[in-house]
C-alpha cells in the first residue's frame, strides 16, 4: 500500500481471501489481469472475490494484459445466471517491477468499466514488489489514487 492519494467518502473494504486470491495469480513473470466481484453498500465499496482473467503471455517484453470483449460477456452471463455472486465492481492487474501507476491503456480500461458505475476500481499490483494502490474516479471525472485510510482489509 502506498501513501498519497484521496480520502473518499466511502470506504473500501476487501476481503482478505479476495485479496489472496488477486497476490496468487500476479506472482508471475508477466501481467495478470482479473475482474474485481462484490457490492457497493451506500459507505462502502465491498471487494469479495476475485475472477482471473484470460490473458496469457507471448513472450513479449511489451506484453500487456487487456479484458477481452469474450472474458467479459462470459463472466456478464455467469452474474445474470446467479453462477458469480455479486457484481463487477472492479479490475485488477499487475506491473512486472515498474511500480504501480496507471498507464493510459490501464486509464482506458478504467473508464470501459466506469460506465457501468462511478464507483468501480482499479487495482494495481507490482508483483515483484507486492505493493499496491488503488485508483478511482473523482466526483469531477479525474483518475485519482484513494488513500490508504479509506481502505479495509476484513
Do not use: C
Not at 502506498?2 to 481471501?17: E, H, L, T, W
Not at 477481452?68 to 452471463?77: G, H, I, N, R, Y
Not at 455479486?86 to 504501480?100: A, D
Amino acid at each position: 500500500m502506498r501513501a498519497g492519494g484521496v480520502q473518499y467518502p466511502f470506504k473500501i473494504r476487501i476481503d482478505r481471501s479476495a485479496l489472496a486470491t488477486i497476490f496468487d495469480h500476479v506472482g508471475a513473470p508477466f501481467e495478470r489481469i482479473g475482474l474485481l466481484m462484490g457490492w457497493f453498500d451506500g459507505d462502502a465499496l465491498w471487494i469479495t472475490s476475485a475472477i482471473r482473467g484470460d490473458s496469457q503471455w507471448n513472450g513479449d517484453p511489451k506484453y500487456y494484459s487487456a479484458l477481452s470483449p469474450e472474458f467479459l460477456a462470459k463472466v456478464a452471463d455467469a452474474i445474470l445466471s446467479g453462477r458469480i455472486p455479486g457484481r463487477i465492481v472492479g479490475w485488477y492487474h499487475s506491473h512486472v517491477g515498474q511500480g504501480v501507476f496507471m498507464s493510459d491503456i490501464d486509464l482506458q480500461t478504467h473508464l470501459r468499466l466506469a460506465q457501468f458505475s462511478p464507483y468501480v476500481v482499479s487495482m494495481v499490483i507490482d508483483s515483484k514488489t507486492f505493493e499496491y494502490a488503488i485508483f478511482s474516479l473523482s466526483p469531477n471525472g479525474s483518475l485519482v489514487e484513494v488513500r490508504p485510510e479509506s481502505i479495509e482489509i476484513v
